[in-house]
């Protein structure tokens, strides 16, 4: 059988996680045991009194230990706080590299070579080739790349 996980996601998290993405389930009544699953659903909308927005995990349940009530932590896997996410749009790949067109402060863009750390669907998590709070463009990198390679 299937039970499903109900979790508020704060409104800062929200960046962080994406229906599909693998979630580890650590439940109160079984502090030594963990249990993998995958966001299902991901609300669009806030409840204004917490400024959360509401998650579903779907797990596995065969055993029936798992009953309905029970408290339990949802911990999102691979996009954490601090590191660079990216929309997956972003990025330009060629051959086994990956690019990013960052913004200069003149306003022009010099194209970088990133490290890619995990793809979560319309997110890129990098290792390297970024610093926080640099701009990136996120479409149309296509068109820059064209007209960098035109230039050549």
């Known amino acids: 059988s299937k039970v499903w996980v109900l979790a508020d996601v704060y409104e800062q998290d929200l960046p962080f ?9 650590r439940v109160l009544a079984f502090p030594e045991r963990t ?8 609300s669009q909308v806030l409840d204004q009194s917490t400024r959360s927005a509401t998650a579903r995990v779907e797990l596995d349940n065969a055993s029936g230990i798992l009953k309905p009530g029970m408290m339990a932590r949802v911990e999102a896997r691979g996009i954490s706080r601090g590191t660079i996410t990216v929309p997956t749009s972003a990025l330009l790949a060629r051959r086994d590299q990956f690019f990013a067109f960052v913004k200069r402060e003149d306003g ?3 194209e970088r070579e990133v490290t890619v750390a995990e793809q979560h669907g319309q ?17 149309g990198a296509i068109l820059l790349d064209a007209e960098a390679n035109e230039a050549l």
């Open 17 to 25: 996680v994406e229906k599909g993405q693998p979630v580890v389930v």
């Open 123 to 139: 997110h890129t998590t990098l290792l390297t080739g970024l610093r926080l709070g640099e701009e990136v463009v996120v479409e």
């Open 35 to 42: 249990f993998d699953g995958v966001l299902g659903y991901v």
């Open 108 to 110: 022009s863009f010099e």
